[in-house]
């Protein structure tokens, strides 16, 4: 079986996996990090979202021969105390209902406020059509967002 070395969360690791194995479950089961999760499995959900090399991406459709050389960020990697901007912005808002989609929603929401500090609400609009919440909480998960920009640009 082919050796990966990949750059998770600013740390390095080797694992043993096929070339077409989906990052998700590399993540997932190999390197024990549940923090991302599986949705649909065909990148309709977004629920899977981590970051790589600064964009976000759906590691279900991303096969770990397709992440050497890359830096990868999953939700473990914000903050080990949750203090990250946008994870205290999620606190503050009260988002989290089942909790399912939370790490896909940060994970666009950070990749997104890394390259725009104030992004217009067409911009807020267009990324987070990428991730669906079934517990609808679209309203609260906008407040955070405003709650995450006003903490980064205060």
Known sequence: MPQFSLTVNN??????????????????????????KYGCGVASCGVCSVIIDGNPVFSCQRTVGSCVNKKIITIEGLS???SHPVQKAWEQAGVPQCGYCQPGQMMQ???MLEKNK?????????????VLCRCGTYHRIRKAIHLAIDSLNS
Do not use: C, F, H
Request: proline share 7%; hydrophobic share 40%.
């Open 80 to 82: 080990t105390d949750g």
């Open 11 to 36: 740390n390095k690791y080797d694992v043993d996996a096929p070339a077409d194995m989906p990052l998700l479950w590399v993540l997932r089961d190999l390197l024990n990090m549940t923090g991302t």
């Open 118 to 130: 104030r992004p217009s609400e067409e911009t807020i609009d267009q990324v987070m059509n990428n």
């Open 109 to 111: 929401v950070v990749a």
